[in-house]
């Protein structure tokens, strides 16, 4: 017999886990880089992007270290606020050079990409947040979450 959720049981958990996400992530990293902190990429780093971005560095806890964006205009401010980190154009392009170097990615670009952006991150095994919605169609999400429990990777929707 399955168990009922109610609507105010949901919210509690979701907000429950939309805090400890944070706290959680850097201690799922399978290798500690040298600084004890988290080696972050942004896909997207524009209006939401930027939002996202700021609030998982404020945490202290994580290192930029990838910046992509397809406008310029978006990457040079962003370049400003992380001048540490390496700017790409082509999400794919930095998912590939930059694989051994980071543990999570963020994706906030146009709806559309949510979803392949995600499964490419998830495949290589990178921890992902990304922006609603995260797919277009049941049968992509249950293909991503496949994905994200055979490579043991956190994920989270927001």
């Known amino acids: ?55 998982i560095f404020g945490s202290g806890k994580v290192d930029v270290i990838a910046l992509c964006d397809t406008d310029q205009a978006n990457l040079t401010k962003a370049s400003e606020r992380y001048p540490g980190a390496r700017l790409y154009r082509d999400w794919r392009e930095m998912l590939e050079k930059e694989e051994n170097n980071i543990d999570s990615v963020n994706v906030s670009t146009p709806d559309h990409t949510h979803a392949p952006a995600s499964m490419t991150a998830i495949r290589k095994g990178k921890h992902v947040y990304c922006e609603k919605p995260l797919t277009h169609e049941v049968y992509e999400a249950r293909k991503l979450t496949l994905a994200a429990r055979k490579k043991g990777v956190a994920t989270q929707m927001g």
Not at 9 to 34: D, N
């Open 1 to 55: 017999m399955k168990q009922q959720v109610t609507r105010r049981t949901f919210l509690k958990q979701a907000a429950a886990v939309g805090v400890a996400f944070p706290l959680i992530l850097p201690r799922l990293s399978l290798a500690a880089p040298p600084s004890g902190k988290l080696q972050h990429a942004a896909i997207g780093v524009g209006g939401q992007g930027a939002s996202d971005l700021g609030e």
